[in-house]
């Protein structure tokens, strides 16, 4: 069973940045498609990032793009989205997921098979 476990919210300024760090525990992570979802207060669940296990060709929502990027480490089984330039709307808890193709994370009624807990990122002045 594949484990992922997040780390890396807090509470930031406008204009401030956050790192996310996902660290995955019983299965090498170099056959999955990695990266990450949110859900903002009233809001919908949006994925926002992923970075394929072939090529490393990665995807970003438009709501992100330009502003947050997203890396992998697979000899540390981690991957990390760097996220610069936040606003307000930026506030959401953030989830790290896994799964076998990078479309689970933006195709309508698909969704990676693994998740991890989540963590709370703030912004707010």
């Known amino acids: 069973q594949l484990q992922l476990v997040e780390s890396g919210g807090g509470l930031v300024q406008p204009g401030g940045s956050l790192r996310l760090s996902c660290v995955a525990s019983?299965?090498?992570?170099?056959?999955?498609?990695i990266g990450w979802f949110r859900q903002g207060p009233g809001k919908e669940r949006e994925g926002i990032s992923c970075?394929?296990?072939?090529?490393?060709?990665?995807y970003y929502a438009d709501s992100v793009k330009g502003r947050f990027t997203i890396s992998r480490d697979n000899a540390k089984n981690t991957v990390d989205l760097q996220m610069n330039s936040l606003k307000p709307e930026d506030t959401a808890v953030y989830y790290c997921?896994?799964?076998?193709?990078?479309?689970?994370?933006?195709?309508?009624?698909?969704?990676?098979?693994?998740w991890g807990q989540g963590t709370q990122g703030t912004v707010s002045s």
């Open positions: 997921a896994a799964g076998h193709a990078t479309s689970e994370f933006y195709e309508s009624g698909r969704t990676p098979r693994y």
């Open positions: 019983g299965f090498p992570l170099d056959g999955y498609a």
């Open positions: 970075i394929s296990s072939g090529d490393g060709s990665s």
